[in-house]
């Protein structure tokens, strides 16, 4: 024969451990949903405080830059001044050295002038002295006649001048007439014992000069013409 089991049905401590249960269960989601969400809150943060840092960082290197920039510019200047400045110099150095060795040469012109002035008697053709200018081809002459002579007659000589040199086609001799520029030339010439006489001379294109011919003959004598060859001067630097 079975037995009968007869329970008592308790609907609200079923009821309380399931709402218990439930509660439980969402406490414990909280807590990590509430633990994940202070930890993504952390890692704004840090990288808030990141970008902050890589922002100073940046701002700090921007200004250094332009500082830099500006520094470089500065530099730029003063070494385009200085630079300017040293080129100037360099000139006005040449200048001088290029006046030096003129002056220098007609020292040494007149000084051979004197020498063999005092030595000559009679029409002499004492010296040739040649400058460069500065337009290409183009160079300034000065020739010394003497007259030394007991008398202080005057005395009338023709002069002819040429300047020998060498061209594309070889050999060639140029008159005076057609190479002076900027005045006329005279054949004629009277003096009494010292004249110089100045021109400026220009060759053709290709033209290089190597001897200059001068020759006197005076009027109303007997004498033989006066003839001397002066070497071009050879080109400085």
């Known amino acids: 024969m079975s037995k009968l089991v007869i329970k008592k049905h308790r609907p609200l401590e079923i009821i309380l451990a399931v709402v218990l249960f439930s509660a439980a269960i969402s406490v414990v989601i909280w807590l990590l949903l509430d633990a994940n969400h202070w930890r993504f809150i952390k890692s704004q943060l840090t990288q808030s405080e990141d970008s902050r840092l890589l922002w100073d960082v940046n701002q700090s290197l921007d200004i250094e830059n332009k500082q830099l920039r500006e520094q470089v510019v500065i530099l730029?200047?003063?070494t385009q001044i200085d630079n300017q400045a040293a080129a100037r110099l360099q000139n006005d150095i040449k200048g001088l050295q290029d006046q030096v060795y003129r002056l220098k040469g007609e020292l040494e012109?007149?000084?051979?002038i004197m020498t063999a002035t005092t030595d000559s008697k009679g029409l002499n053709i004492q010296g040739f002295h040649i400058e460069g200018a500065d337009q290409e081809n183009l160079h300034h002459f000065k020739l010394v006649l003497t007259n030394v002579a007991k008398s202080d007659k005057i005395i009338e000589v023709t002069m002819d001048m040429s300047i020998?040199?060498?061209n594309e086609e070889g050999s060639q001799v140029l008159s005076l007439d057609k190479v002076i520029t900027g005045s006329k030339f005279d054949r004629e010439i009277k003096f009494k014992n010292?004249?110089?006489?100045e021109g400026n001379?220009?060759?053709p294109e290709g033209f290089k000069p190597s001897r200059v011919v001068v020759e006197l003959r005076q009027k109303g004598t007997n004498r033989a013409a006066v003839k001397r060859e002066f070497?071009?001067?050879a080109k400085k630097g």
């Open 164 to 166: 020998e040199g060498m």
């Open 194 to 197: 010292f004249e110089r006489i």
């Open 76 to 78: 730029e200047r003063s």
């Open 231 to 233: 070497e071009w001067p």
């Open 109 to 112: 012109f007149y000084e051979g």
């Open 201 to 203: 001379l220009i060759f």
